[in-house]
């Protein structure tokens, strides 16, 4: 079936811009994540939604980072007003429901000049 | 906080040779334990897992993993590599019987095999 699936794949931006990540989870998925992966960080999770449940948003690194879920379906992340050093792969992954195997997508490669 | 140690970051390698790479965790509580790879160009795969039972792990492409509770490590191993497991390979953590269902990675090791 289908996998996790992320759009844009790369996004080039100007500081000081926004910008918004979207992720399309497995289906029946109930849980979602987003991390980030960066050359100086390694991989650092953001903020994971299950189900109806309020998010967990102890992750992110600023109140510049916001995310939503719709539907308890695609996510969105949202970065505004950007900074070079968000530059870096966002990855979104989803499992059945917590603590389950979690399956990622290929990320969205943010470069921000 | 959890976290994850991986050492060694670069791994060289020939083919046929053993591979071993090292995982240590902090954390007290019961764990589930991923070994995850990201093959170039490509995104980020499951290798194998560990939630319970016996602790030592088969996964996929002849990968294995041991569970030693008592070192609180989870150390990945292949007999014989090959050219195509070159590759990132990242040990993770989660502890979601706490309330923790993120993953703690650890930085990653950039294995290269030379044919």
């Known amino acids: 079936g289908a996998g996790v699936s992320q759009s844009p794949s790369n996004k080039v931006t100007e500081k000081g811009k926004d910008v918004e990540l979207r992720c399309d989870p497995i289906?029946?998925?109930?849980?979602l994540y987003w991390y980030r992966q960066s050359l100086g960080q390694g991989l650092e999770f953001l903020i994971y939604?299950?189900?109806?449940?309020?998010?967990?948003k102890s992750g992110l690194p600023s109140d510049r980072f916001s995310a939503e879920r719709t539907g308890g379906s695609v996510s969105t992340l949202t970065i505004q007003r950007t900074q070079q050093e968000d530059s870096a792969v966002y990855l979104c992954?989803?499992?059945?429901?917590?603590?389950?195997?979690?399956?990622f997508g290929p990320g969205t490669r943010l470069l921000v000049l | 906080a959890q976290s994850v140690s991986q050492h060694n970051h670069h791994v060289i390698l020939s083919e046929a040779a053993s591979l071993e790479l090292g995982c240590n965790y902090s954390?007290?509580?019961?764990?589930?334990l991923f070994w995850y790879v990201q093959y170039p160009g490509q995104h980020l795969q499951l290798l194998l897992k560990?939630?319970?039972?016996?602790?030592l792990v088969k996964g996929i492409k002849g990968f294995e993993a041991e569970f030693i509770k008592s070192k609180f490590s989870f150390n990945l191993r292949k007999p014989s590599v090959q050219w195509s497991d070159t590759a990132e390979y990242f040990c993770?953590?989660?502890?979601?019987?706490?309330?923790?269902?993120?993953?703690?990675f650890g930085k990653g090791n950039q294995v290269v095999v030379i044919p």
């Open positions: 992954a989803s499992s059945e429901e917590r603590g389950e195997t979690q399956y």
């Open positions: 289906s029946g998925h109930t849980a």
């Open positions: 939604f299950q189900g109806n449940s309020a998010p967990d």
């Open positions: 954390y007290g509580g019961t764990v589930n």
């Open positions: 560990y939630f319970s039972g016996d602790p």
């Open positions: 993770a953590v989660n502890a979601p019987r706490y309330g923790n269902n993120r993953l703690a």
